[in-house]
């Protein structure tokens, strides 16, 4: 009887789906394909929702498609890359698990698939929905609105960047039903003990989906909506899980196998100045425990992606309220060439963080009374910079909330702004050590990231960033510098008040400084982060260098600089990554490491400017005063102009053509497709004589097609036509150039 009843259940739920496409546009594989590299058009490639022949629904912005059969429950069946026909997803798995009250249930999918090496459509017929499953009820489609507020600093930004970016998206609305009940009832996935689940049918499950206009990137998360009259805990989840197409097959176990070509990024995230530190919070590459017919002889490959909390939340939501996961975004590659990849990844940060494209010109003045602090302030005034940071061991203190503290920082804020300088300072979280009970309680054999940390939800942590609010607030100050920001520290404490054990502690301590972040984006204060907390609202991490270094030889210097911008922009736009400046001695090294006095070492100065400006990388230049003469304030002078004249290409991509070995010539190109000046060739000469070289410069990432105007520096007598060469191996032209003897040289394409 119980088995009538479902099928019945089953027809019913599809002919009413069926008819909830039939106002759907119907899907047409040839007239539905993009024309065109997104990566340089932009693309009339809107994000919407179709109906295929078969009655399945189609998420889709022409380059990349998701596809949803909803027969007999809501099931993601295909994941494919338009433009290389590319198909990633081998096998149907559920749209989320949630572990509510002690009870797993499934969110969608199907169960019934014969082997999970690759899906066919006539299989789908016979495939099942789980029965203790959330079902599928209704789904709608809305226009992607913002994570969270944005004040822009339009004077730091080359464009005018849109937020949020423009895409839709499509939520699809689960709930228990009585068969689910039932068989939770009978125990099939009841460990809780309890007996009445009546309460468990008014929970919503939701899974959204968005999709963005003229890119081959989706996102995705669940909330949960309690509409019961009891409070629930959500124990765990997972928001996604892709059986995805394998790119290799080993029949021997591997250290490090080749993943699926797809960039996940989160925004539960934290520790490290790449993504990579997310795989230990929240997205993972699994074994596929179904996929039995693998070539692994220990089926060992990492093919099924997931993400999920590694501890918790175990967050309690009240009666009317709701629960809302971290989010993943999936973006789909259509070529392995590192270059391409590093592109895509880069403008997928910079749409979906586009303050990440803020670069203002900072200082980090060594002392933070009033004198040096307004010398400082009046010197970047001078020469063009924009931003003045009180930095680490100046004695700037957000702590110190006295009335007196608060008062002069708010009177040399208002100095700065009056000069046109934005203000703020450097604050410790994590790396120290708190005491009183305050500090993270790690469990046996773990230790906190950086050695000692402070627990974010422990009495010292609320009050910390109680303060850190107050002291914004009052003072009108635009930066903060937030070094060891939280690297994921989980804490078994059960005395701190802002979370309950371990359970909850990530998620708590987590949720807490992100808030902080999100408050600083609304309110326009600038966030330097030695962290990847991008799509939380920070602005800029460090590019990577070794502290250390700052101490070597001023010659071995500057190689190492270039080396370190060459080799951070492949994962970051130039205005993602600080570099660093110590123009007072650092770290020891002595005279021979340090730049002042800056007018006797105007050719090494001249050099990092150089270097730096002409990567669009902006560095922190640590110290009492950025000139000391006439001759130093004019070449600061100078490169301040030339970066602002070149802004917008500067802060473009970087294209890669040769790194720094001191051996010979090195060379970045900047592009900028939608720009005026669509490329800038910097190259630099290491060596003791002038040099000349013929270099195929690829041009295809500057859009330009057939002819290239070139300009050597700002002279437009030197600018000349070349053709654009295509020969198979991408679009170049071929420049001879002149460097002088340890010097550069740029040219500016149109």
């Not at 994941?79 to 969608?108: C, H, N, W, Y």
């Not at 949020?164 to 099939?188: C, T």
């Not at 989010?327 to 391409?340: A, G, T, Y």
């Amino acid at each position: 009887m119980k088995l009538m009843i479902l099928m019945f259940a089953l027809q019913t739920s599809f002919s009413a789906w069926a008819q909830s496409l039939s106002g759907l546009p119907l899907w047409d594989n040839q007239h539905s394909l993009s024309k065109g590299d997104w990566l340089i058009e932009k693309k009339d490639s809107k994000a919407a929702i179709y109906k295929s022949e078969d009655e399945k629904l189609i998420f889709s912005n022409r380059i990349v498609s998701r596809t949803f059969t909803l027969a007999t429950n809501c099931a993601t069946v295909g994941l494919d890359l338009l433009t290389t026909d590319e198909s990633f997803l081998r096998s149907v798995r559920p749209e989320a698990q949630i572990e509510i009250d002690g009870i797993k249930f499934s969110v969608g999918g199907l169960n019934g698939q014969p082997i999970h090496n690759y899906l066919l459509p006539e299989w789908l017929e016979v495939m099942k929905g789980d029965p203790a499953a959330f079902k599928l009820v209704d789904y709608s489609l809305r226009d992607c609105k913002e994570r969270f507020a944005w004040k822009k600093r339009k004077e730091w930004m080359p464009q005018n960047l849109p937020w949020p970016l423009p895409g839709k998206e499509l939520i699809f609305r689960y709930q228990l039903d009585d068969i689910a009940l039932s068989l939770v009832r009978n125990g099939a996935t009841n460990s809780s003990g309890k007996t009445n689940f009546e309460y468990l049918k008014s929970i919503i499950a939701e899974v959204h989906y968005e999709l963005y206009d003229g890119m081959p990137l989706f996102s995705k998360w669940i909330r949960v909506v309690n509409e019961s009259t009891h409070d629930i805990k959500i124990n765990t989840f997972k928001s996604e899980i892709l059986a995805l197409v394998e790119p290799e097959s080993a029949v021997d176990t591997k250290k490090k196998w080749d993943l699926p070509n797809i960039t996940v990024e989160s925004d539960y995230n934290f520790g490290g100045m790449t993504n990579e530190s997310l795989y230990r919070s929240s997205i993972a590459w699994n074994l596929d425990t179904l996929y039995k017919t693998q070539v692994s002889y220990e089926r060992t490959t990492p093919c099924l992606l997931e993400a999920y909390p590694k501890f918790g939340p175990d967050q309690t939501v009240k009666a009317g309220g709701s629960f809302e996961s971290f989010r993943i975004w999936e973006l789909m590659h259509d070529s392995r060439d590192k270059e391409r990849k590093s592109l895509e990844h880069r403008r997928m940060i910079r749409s979906l963080a586009p303050w990440a494209t803020e670069n203002p010109i900072l200082m980090h003045v060594s002392g933070s009374q009033d004198e040096p602090v307004k010398k400082a302030i009046d010197q970047c005034a001078e020469v063009g910079f924009e931003m003045v940071i009180m930095t680490f061991g100046s004695g700037f203190n957000v702590e110190d909330e006295t009335p007196e503290n608060l008062a002069r920082m708010k009177k040399i804020a208002d100095y700065a702004h009056s000069k046109g300088i934005a203000l703020g300072g450097y604050s410790l979280l994590a790396s120290r050590k708190v005491g009183g009970g305050d500090d993270v309680v790690m469990p046996n054999g773990m230790n906190p990231t950086f050695g000692n940390s402070p627990c974010l939800e422990s009495k010292w942590g609320i009050n910390y960033f109680r303060q850190l609010y107050n002291f914004y607030e009052k003072t009108g100050l635009d930066i903060l510098e937030h070094d060891g920001s939280y690297p994921g520290d989980i804490c078994i404490s059960k005395d701190h008040p802002g979370h309950t054990g371990v359970d909850d502690s990530q998620w708590n301590q987590f949720k807490r400084i992100t808030d902080f972040y999100k408050f600083c984006r609304e309110k326009g204060i600038y966030l330097n982060v030695p962290d990847y907390y991008f799509l939380s609202g920070s602005n800029k991490t460090a590019m990577g260098y070794r502290e250390t270094n700052w101490s070597l030889p001023r010659a071995q210097q500057e190689i190492i600089e270039r080396q370190n911008i060459y080799d951070g922009t492949w994962d970051k736009t130039p205005s993602m990554g600080w570099m660093f400046v110590p123009l007072v001695e650092y770290q020891g090294g002595g005279e021979a490491a340090t730049i002042e006095p800056l007018k006797e070492h105007l050719p090494h100065y001249g050099q990092r400017l150089a270097n730096l400006f002409g990567a669009g990388v902006q560095a922190c230049y640590r110290g009492p005063q950025l000139y000391d003469s006439p001759q130093t304030k004019e070449l600061v002078k100078k490169w301040v102009a030339f970066y602002k004249k070149h802004r917008s290409v500067l802060d473009g991509d970087i294209i890669h053509i040769r790194r720094p070995d001191g051996r010979d010539y090195d060379a970045i190109l900047h592009v900028d497709p939608a720009g005026i000046e669509r490329g800038l060739l910097m190259v630099y000469n290491p060596l003791n004589k002038a040099i000349t070289r013929t270099l195929n410069v690829p041009v295809y990432y500057t859009g330009i097609k057939e002819k290239v105007s070139v300009q050597e520096q700002e002279d437009h007598s030197r600018a000349s036509v070349f053709p654009v060469i295509s020969d198979g191996l991408g679009d170049k032209v071929s420049l001879t150039i002149n460097i002088p003897a340890k010097g550069y040289n740029y040219y500016i394409l149109k």
